[in-house]
């Protein structure tokens, strides 16, 4: 049972354009959503993440927009650059009784494609 | 701030081996966790640690595995006799629970990971 779901699983854009990933989960419960950018043979690294109380959050070229009645976040990139081709993967975390989220639980990425 | 570490970065190992890995965390992070990401997948949930205590431990972590935390910093996850099922990458991440939000919500940085093959 897939609970984070990446459609889509390659992209391929051209240097300076919008790049647009997304996202769709099934559980309600998940209130903390993150993007992480991964390279072969490399750990995720972290790029932006929001709250579910939250529907835009903005660091640079990234944006992640979140809708939660249609249960669907979006990754925004612009403007794409080479530098940016890489596994993007979103993941998700849900509070437990403690108050603190803890696992986090991935798509299966999607693998973009910045063409010069 | 040197990242979260994890040694080896490559392991290849004969089926019915042991292996062992160490995942060192980001000084200041005193939750640290375990994935493991295979072919066309995203990470999947192995354990979690809170200083030195385990707290909870993904069905994926079978009687094989087993790992710990001794002093609530480096990590240790152990395989006994290896299968080639498990071949995969190895992930360690940390967080820090940050308090000062409305919402109590942290960010785990991730190691880059150990890779496991086994013939």
């Known amino acids: 049972d897939q609970q984070v779901k990446q459609n889509s699983p390659s992209l391929s854009v051209q240097e300076g354009r919008i790049s647009i990933l997304n996202c769709d989960y099934t559980n309600s419960m998940f209130d903390y959503f993150l993007w992480y950018k991964k390279y072969p043979a490399e750990g995720p690294t972290f790029l932006i993440s929001?709250?579910?109380?939250?529907d835009k959050n903005e660091d640079g070229r990234f944006t992640v927009f979140l809708n939660k009645s249609a249960k669907h976040l979006s990754l925004h990139i612009v403007p794409s650059q080479p530098g940016d081709s890489a596994v993007y993967f979103c993941?998700?975390?849900?509070?437990?009784?403690?108050?603190?989220?803890?696992?986090?639980?991935f798509g299966k990425g999607t693998l973009l494609t910045v063409n010069p | 701030d040197t990242g979260v570490s994890q040694d080896p970065r490559h392991k290849i190992t004969k089926r019915g081996q042991n292996v062992t890995f160490r995942c060192d965390p980001i000084?200041?992070?005193?939750?640290l966790y375990w994935y493991r990401q295979t072919l066309g997948q995203g990470p999947e949930f192995l354990t979690y640690?809170?200083?030195?205590?385990?707290?909870?431990k993904s069905r994926l972590l079978s009687d094989r595995f087993s790992a710990e935390r001794p002093k609530g910093s480096f990590s240790t996850l152990e395989i006994q006799r290896t299968e080639q099922g498990d071949s995969a990458m190895y992930l360690c991440a940390s967080s820090y629970p940050n308090i000062k939000l409305a919402v109590r919500q942290e960010t785990q940085y991730f190691g880059p990971g150990t890779r496991l093959l086994v013939l």
């Open positions: 993941a998700a975390t849900e509070a437990f009784s403690g108050g603190s989220n803890y696992k986090l639980t």
């Open positions: 000084s200041e992070h005193n939750r």
């Open positions: 929001i709250s579910s109380i939250k």
């Open positions: 640690f809170q200083n030195e205590a385990q707290l909870e």
